[in-house]
């Protein structure tokens, strides 16, 4: 299985990175994306066609699901238009917020459903897609938010944390994952607030406490030093560690 970084800038987009989305392939499996942030639609069409993937959302915070408006546009509106709807699985409102994002007015709402299979994680119940199995575990963010375990037919296994605040769930969510893609949004400062997201220091604590084999560091806001969160994260954690840039691409 790989995984490529389309974008990682936290929270906002950034200068040198679209916000959160992450292309994900393994063999016999149509291309998945792992949340659809602002400018993640642009870097998709330099690996795949977007038409060709499903989109797995780990929760509806602006940051990792508005660029799914313009990929409705390109479904509709390409000059080969795709048949068939794309997956798009999420938290309970997805279909609501996506279609309010893409409405033309106040009031109006745009019935996505021509378009999207939209189906609603539940907790814990994997989805088998393809040659892998995608398993959601809700993580400690303020709305409905999933980490997400990814099994591929080797028995090799992604997990990526969505955003979350430090929590048992996400360091089980981890157990012994051979690639963990963590979120690390801001460095261990006393005036952090709680269940919201993880410094450098939780991130490396997790990927400690659940033995995995390599930590990548991921949404980092353009307002926090790279530098101190990767720092940190070594601090607590032996294994390799890796902040990642868009357009990377790791084999998990
Ligand atoms: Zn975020
Ligand atoms: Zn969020």
């Not at 069409?45 to 797995?56: G, K, L, M, S, T």
């Not at 313009?70 to 798009?88: D, E, F, I, K, S």
């Not at 109006?108 to 575990?137: A, K, Q, S, Y």
């Not at 997400?148 to 994952?177: F, K, N, P, Q, S």
Request: proline share 8%.
């Amino acid at each position: 299985m790989r995984i490529t970084v389309l974008g990682c800038s936290g929270s906002v987009s950034g200068p040198d990175s679209p916000a959160s989305g992450y292309l994900v392939s393994a063999p016999g499996t149509a291309p998945l994306v792992l949340d659809f942030g602002p400018g993640v639609l642009g870097a998709l069409q330099r690996h795949v066609d977007p038409a060709e993937v499903a989109v797995f959302l780990t929760h509806l915070h602006a940051d990792h699901c508005l660029d799914l408006p313009g990929l409705l546009v390109w479904r509709r509106y390409h000059p080969a238009p795709p048949t068939g709807r794309a997956l798009l699985y999420g938290p309970s409102d997805t279909a609501t917020r996506v279609g309010t994002a893409s409405a033309e007015a106040a009031d109006d709402f745009d019935d996505i459903t021509d378009t999207m299979d939209v189906r609603t994680w539940t907790e814990h119940e994997p989805v088998v897609f393809g040659g892998v199995t995608l398993t959601p575990v809700r993580v400690n963010h303020p709305p409905e938010s999933y980490g997400v375990r990814i099994v591929d037919a080797d028995g090799r296994v992604l997990v990526y944390t969505g955003d979350t605040g430090m929590c048992d769930a996400v360091v089980e969510l981890a157990r012994g994952a051979d690639v963990l893609l963590s979120e690390a949004s801001w460095t261990h400062s006393p005036d952090r607030p709680e269940g919201i997201h993880l410094s450098g220091t939780e991130a490396g604590q997790v990927a400690a406490r659940a033995g995995v084999g390599q930590l990548l560091l991921t949404h980092i806001p353009p307002w926090t030093s790279r530098e101190d969160v990767i720092a940190e994260a070594k601090e607590q954690y032996a294994g390799p560690v890796h902040a990642v840039t868009a357009g990377e691409t790791f084999t998990v």
